[in-house]
C-alpha cells in the first residue's frame, strides 16, 4: 500500500468538504514532518515546510489532489475565566513570562493543563478550570503562518 503524501497547506477555515480528517492536539499541530493516521485509519505522511503549525479547520492537499481537513483534538487543559480585566491580564502577563502557549478569548485565558500554573492563577485571585477541549494558543508575534486574531477569526501573514 502507497503512503498518500500531504505537502501543500490550505490555512482555514475551510471552505471546501475534505474527505477524510486528520485530528491532532496542538503539539503535533506544530510538526511539519511526520506520519500520522487519519481518522478513518489510513496511514499518511505530513511533509510541510518546517515552522508550519496546523490549526483547526485548515486543509492540506496530497499530490495526487486528495483533500483532507484538520481537526484540532480535545486536550486536558486549564481555563481562567475572569471578569476583572486587570486581574486577567496580570495573569496572562505572568503566563507569558513563563512562556506558556497560551489560547486567549473574551474574558478567558486558556493553557495545557499544569497543577503550578493552576497555583499561580489562584494565587493571583481567580480559578482555574480543568477541561478536555481543543487548545489553539496563540501564534507568536512574528510567527511566519496564519495566526488566530483577538476576535477568533484568522488573520494570513505574508512571509
Do not use: K
Request: with cysteine; aromatic share 6%.
Amino acid at each position: 500500500m502507497t503512503l498518500t503524501i500531504f505537502d501543500e497547506h490550505v490555512p482555514g477555515p475551510a471552505e471546501h468538504a475534505a474527505g477524510d480528517r486528520l485530528v491532532l492536539p496542538f503539539e503535533r499541530r506544530q510538526v511539519a514532518r511526520q506520519r500520522v493516521t487519519l481518522e478513518s485509519g489510513r496511514e499518511a505522511a505530513v511533509l510541510l515546510p518546517r515552522g508550519t503549525v496546523l490549526r483547526g479547520g485548515d486543509l492540506l492537499r496530497s499530490r495526487n489532489g486528495e483533500t483532507i481537513a484538520v481537526v484540532a483534538a480535545p486536550e486536558e487543559v486549564s481555563t481562567v475565566h475572569c471578569t476583572d480585566r486587570r486581574t486577567l491580564a496580570r495573569i496572562a502577563y505572568h503566563l507569558g513570562n513563563r512562556h506558556v502557549m497560551l489560547e486567549v478569548g473574551d474574558g478567558w485565558v486558556r493553557y495545557a493543563r499544569d497543577h503550578v500554573l493552576d497555583e499561580m492563577v489562584r494565587y493571583l485571585g481567580c480559578d482555574a478550570v480543568h477541561e478536555h477541549v481543543p487548545f489553539e494558543p496563540e501564534g507568536g508575534a512574528y510567527a511566519h503562518s496564519h495566526a488566530r486574531s483577538g476576535d477568533g477569526h484568522r488573520a494570513h501573514h505574508a512571509h
